[in-house]
């Protein structure tokens, strides 16, 4: 089965930046979403942004848009969501997510079936 390790939450102040990491311990497909979502404290989950394993598409939400920056290294199928200009409504468990998609793109992936366990990420004002 999948498995999805994250690491690099953490706290931060406002305006700073943040890493996430994302390694799968076997997921060697052509058409494969791999991304991160975040739900905070009384909200909905929400998808962050995402890329496709062929030609390396991404999505991201509006809220994230200029600030995050999603990555890959095929090599090491791990996944990376840079986060800069860090913002206190960024607050959130951030998860990892993954599953075959075979549409071309990722766009209205919403339900993944692979999850990693969470990283929590503070942002504090």
């Known amino acids: 089965d999948v498995q999805l390790v994250e690491s690099g939450g953490g706290s931060v102040q406002s305006g700073g930046s943040l890493r996430l990491s994302c390694a799968a311990s076997?997921?060697?497909?052509?058409?494969?979403?791999m991304g991160w979502f975040r739900q905070a404290p009384g909200k909905e989950r929400e998808g962050v942004a995402s890329?496709?394993?062929?030609?390396?598409?991404?999505i991201y939400a509006d809220s994230v848009k200029g600030r995050f920056i999603i990555s890959r290294d095929s090599a090491k199928n791990t996944v990376y969501l840079e986060m800069n200009s860090l913002k206190p409504e960024d607050t959130a468990m951030y998860y990892c997510?993954?599953?075959?998609?075979?549409?071309?793109?990722?766009?209205?992936?919403?339900?993944?079936?692979?999850w990693g366990q969470g990283t929590q990420v503070t942002v504090s004002s």
């Open positions: 997510a993954a599953g075959l998609v075979y549409s071309g793109s990722c766009l209205g992936w919403t339900r993944p079936r692979y």
């Open positions: 076997v997921f060697r497909y052509s058409y494969v979403c």
């Open positions: 890329i496709y394993s062929t030609g390396g598409s991404t």
